[in-house]
């Protein structure tokens, strides 16, 4: 899988986001409205092969089905997300990483004295 470098940005952060799930979860399977209809009751099998499936209406993205365990992944990270604090360590963590600058998890448990 090719992973996009980003300048990452507290003004960037969501749409870096957004790319990089984009890229770790494809959805490459999409309906239409009227088939998604004709299918409803089989949709929650089909998620089960598939990350998620786009609905279209006219050729046109309108909503997406996803798995209701991968629906709470995503409101907890969403949760997760929304703290402010969290969010800046967490965007000078992917930029150490960018950077090769990351540390041995023996280094990390010293310095917490674990």
Not at 56 to 81: C, G, H, K, W
């Amino acid at each position: 899988m090719r992973r996009s470098k980003v300048n990452l940005t507290k003004d960037n952060f969501y749409d870096s986001l957004s790319l990089l799930l984009t890229e770790c979860i494809p959805m490459s399977k999409s309906i239409n409205i009227n088939e998604a209809k004709d299918q409803l009751l089989q949709l929650p099998k089909q998620l089960e092969n598939e990350s998620a499936i786009i609905i279209t209406n006219e050729e046109l993205p309108v909503m997406v089905a996803i798995s209701y365990d991968q629906y709470i992944s995503m409101l907890e990270t969403m949760d997760i997300l929304s703290d402010p604090e969290f969010k800046e360590q967490l965007i000078a963590g992917i930029k150490e990483d960018q950077q090769d600058q990351r540390v041995s998890w023996s280094d990390a448990m010293n310095e917490l004295e674990w």
